[in-house]
């Protein structure tokens, strides 16, 4: 996968600040220039770096099943966990919607390095409890979101 310069920038600069603070972050990337790519390089890398599992959260199955077919162009395997496809957690990297996730929370423990909000601008209630008990478990935990529309978020 080649990557656009600026996607390569974002995807560093990410990167850095995931390394360097556990405040949560923020991409915001206009529509078309590639946010499943995005998602798809920083999770790989953190997987890589941390050795620890990474959960990308997107609104319905269609975002998550798009995200997750980016994230395979990366050579490396992927799991889906929505209800509507599939639940599956035997991979490093898992796509999930976020009821889906909910439901079944106690299965999602301390494993978690990184999770990323895919629509970040629509973040609800049920992604907030995710959130809460995801670093709950793990305090160290990051959060990273993307959106192409930040002035619609309303958290």
């Known amino acids: 996968m080649q990557l656009r310069p600026y996607q390569k920038e974002c995807i560093e ?31 790989k890398e953190i997987h890589r770096l941390s050795n620890k599992k990474i959960l990308i959260l997107a609104p319905s199955s269609e975002l998550v099943k798009q995200n997750r077919e980016k994230y395979l162009l990366t050579g490396n395997p992927a799991s889906i966990f929505s209800a509507s496809i599939s639940k599956d957690l035997k991979h490093p990297v898992i796509f999930g919607t976020p009821q889906s996730v909910k439901n079944s929370i106690q299965k999602f423990k301390d494993q978690f390095a990184l999770t990323i909000i895919d629509e970040s601008h629509g973040t609800t209630n049920t992604i907030k409890s995710i959130i809460e008990e995801l670093k709950n478990n793990n305090p160290m935990m990051r959060i990273i979101g993307l959106t192409a529309t930040p002035y619609r978020m309303n958290t």
């Open 13 to 43: 600069k990410s990167i850095r600040h995931l390394q360097t603070t556990l405040n949560s972050g923020l991409i915001v990337a206009a529509t078309g220039a590639g946010k499943s790519i995005i998602i798809s390089e920083i999770a």
